[in-house]
């Protein structure tokens, strides 16, 4: 299957897009947040992004989802920051420091470069892991990449707390939909996350990701080619909310979607310091999460295995690979 984006490149709509979402760094509302600050001019808002993307990681990835690693991984390129402050990121040394943020910024020139080389490495997929605040970077990278050969299916691989206009854009570009669903409580959302509407924003651009793509379609081989895959990440306590997602996933969007249920939650950044997420999750709640998808009808997709929690934490500050080799991530 040849990627849309190719076509888009071809007939110039590719270039048109890049046009218009440059045009969002200029009073940015690129996600729910609505910044509106001149990212062009250097200003910062809550991601405290500027202008030039800043990658803190690229690399071949063999990660939960079997569909997307394949046997030669997934080409994973991890932006830095976010536009979430989860307590308990496990990704926290990238998204959360500034320090990060800064030593990353490279060139979109050699962004594209990066996309190339994990190419060449012969990853199955491009995996763009928190591209919220950097998506007109995202998208020129690969516009840059086309000429040069880039021809992999894109994966874009986020929080869920996006916009769905610029979601938008992105139809025929993004092959791949990889967005988490963590909360079905707003209240729960603004405490853990400090992300107003969390649920409703999730929902509305999970929903557009489905419209774009559909359910998951996979190659001969059995890696993913095009399609809608929703994380959903098991709490503490009950947090995530997990009922009242997954219902409104089978409900609202189809009992045929793929979810990957996930029991690697550990007490990580700044979780250990706050009663309600200091401690890892029992087998009871996670089973009783797991029985909901049988509930619900949800057939489609993976459920973790207890214990993935030790096997799924990335150390970024791990020259080369920050996620140990075969093991998770």
């Known amino acids: ?22 045009a969002h760094l200029g009073a940015c509302d690129l996600c729910p947040r609505d910044c509106g600050v001149n990212r062009l001019d250097g200003e910062k808002g809550f991601c405290r992004a500027g202008n030039l993307p800043s990658v803190a990681s690229a690399c071949a990835h063999f990660g939960e989802e079997p569909v997307l690693s394949g046997s030669r991984g997934s080409g994973t390129v991890f932006f830095a920051s976010c536009n979430m402050r989860c307590l308990y990121c496990q990704n926290y040394q990238i998204s959360q420091s500034q320090a990060s943020l800064k030593s990353g910024e ?22 763009f892991v928190s591209p919220s605040h950097f998506v007109p970077q995202m998208v020129e990278a690969v516009f840059k990449a086309v000429p040069l050969g880039l ?22 570009i993004i092959d791949i939909y990889l967005p988490d669903l963590r909360y079905a409580d707003e209240t729960v959302g603004r405490k853990l996350s400090q992300a107003p509407e969390y649920p409703a924003s999730a929902r ?15 190659d ?15 709490l503490p306590g009950g947090l995530a909310g997990s009922q009242g997602s997954l219902e409104w996933l089978a409900q609202e969007v189809s009992p045929r979607v793929t979810v990957s249920l996930m029991s690697q939650y550990r007490p990580t950044y700044r979780a250990a310091k706050h009663p309600l997420l200091s401690r890892q999750i029992t087998l009871k709640e996670y089973r009783e999460a ?14 973790q295995e207890m214990g993935s929690a030790d096997s799924y934490l990335p150390d970024f500050e791990r020259e080369g690979l920050p996620f140990v080799p075969d093991k998770g991530g």
Request: net charge negative; aromatic share 8%.
């Open 1 to 22: 299957m040849i990627p849309g984006y190719i076509e888009l490149y071809r007939s110039g709509e590719l270039e048109q897009c890049l046009g218009r979402l440059e």
């Open 220 to 234: 001969d081989e059995g890696v993913a080619e095009r399609g809608l895959i929703v994380r959903h990440l098991v």
């Open 151 to 172: 021809k992999l299916p894109l994966v874009y691989n986020s929080s869920g707390y996006d916009s769905v206009a610029i979601l938008k854009e992105l139809d025929g």
């Open 106 to 127: 490279i060139e979109v020139g050699a962004l594209a470069e990066t996309l190339l080389r994990l190419q060449e490495e012969g990853c199955h997929n491009i995996n």
């Open 204 to 218: 509305a651009a999970i929903k557009e990701m489905f419209y774009q793509v559909g359910e998951l379609k996979i």
């Open 290 to 303: 797991a029985s909901l998808l049988d509930e619900f009808g949800i057939t489609n997709g993976w459920v």
